[in-house]
């Protein structure tokens, strides 16, 4: 059981460039979040998905887009790459809403 | 507005001394209150999960404790190791008719010197 997985590690974008943050697990969660930590601050839900082929949008979802075609995967989308986008990324899933969250090991991105 | 507030911001102890972490909410309604322990590098891991109906719950030397009238939890770290240093996020979840949201606080870093 390799948990929640996430790549690449470490990024280094260009403003105006595009990527996609790659997230899996293993466990067979319905429920999967992507959140944003800077520096000193608590974690940023940017959005969440209840199952595949449903997403919404969490607390800043702006310059981000995901989609849910399996419930393994749940890719993060960046699109023009701002540095206010500078930040790590976790992966998060669960079971059931109310559980247990288990996070990836999240992705470390700068934006210059 | 929803915040959760932990303090201190940040604590060094000495290997096998004991600490407390504090965390208070505004958040309402509440449904549960986590504690996280994120080592530097990786993500946060889950340390306990309390509704409002329970006051305490242990894992291992960590006790948690929740007084839900004041909207105050407590993380207590029994007979420190250096394995503990950490930073000790404090998160509080509104109802799952509300989305089950989460509320981060911003962590407490906690330095254990041996």
């Known amino acids: 059981n390799a948990g929640v997985t996430q790549t690449p590690k470490f990024r280094i974008l260009k403003i105006g460039q595009s990527m996609t943050l790659q997230c899996a697990q293993d466990m067979n969660h319905n429920y999967m979040y992507w959140y944003r930590q800077d520096p000193g601050m608590g974690l940023k839900l940017i959005y969440y998905s209840v199952g595949a082929g449903i997403t919404d949008k969490g607390e800043v979802p702006n310059g981000y887009n995901v989609s849910r075609s399996t419930t393994e995967d749940f890719p993060l989308r960046l699109e023009l790459a701002a540095p206010s986008q500078t930040s790590v990324y976790f992966c998060a899933s669960t079971q059931r809403d109310g559980y247990e969250q288990y996070f990836g090991p999240g992705t470390r991105l700068t934006v210059t | 507005k929803n915040q959760v507030e932990q303090s201190p911001q940040s604590l060094i102890i000495l290997e096998g001394k004991n600490c407390t972490l504090q965390c208070n909410y505004t958040v309402s309604p509440f449904s549960n209150l986590r504690w996280y322990k994120q080592d530097t590098g990786r993500g946060p891991v889950s340390l306990t999960i309390?509704?409002?109906?329970?006051n305490t719950k242990s894992n291992g030397r960590y006790t948690a404790t929740l007084d839900a009238d004041t909207k105050q939890s407590s993380l207590h770290i029994t007979a420190s190791q250096l394995s503990d240093s950490a930073s000790y996020i404090c998160v509080v979840s509104d109802p799952p008719s509300t989305l089950g949201r989460l509320y981060f606080g911003r962590g407490t870093q906690l330095t254990v010197w041996p």
């Open positions: 309390m509704t409002f109906s329970e």
